[in-house]
């Protein structure tokens, strides 16, 4: 997860300051549009995974809660 985030903002920070020494459109706009696809591919996949981890997560706790419910029952 740490690694994670530090690439995150390595990334970041090179498109910062790709855009901001970016002084017109022309042949940099390309590079620039490489380098946002490239940290918006990032930040996707990240969040695609982050997304599935957590709904994974909630499956697994609704499934245990309902096996403790069904202990619970059962012993009563």
Partial sequence: MMK?????AILYLLFVSLSCSRNEEGP????????????????????????????????SEEKHKSELEQIDKESK
């Fill in 4 to 8: 994670r985030l530090v690439r995150f």
């Fill in 28 to 59: 940099k706009s390309k590079p620039t549009t490489a380098v946002k696809e490239a940290v918006k591919e990032v930040v996707t996949q990240d969040f695609k995974v982050y997304q599935g981890t957590k709904d994974s997560l909630k499956q």
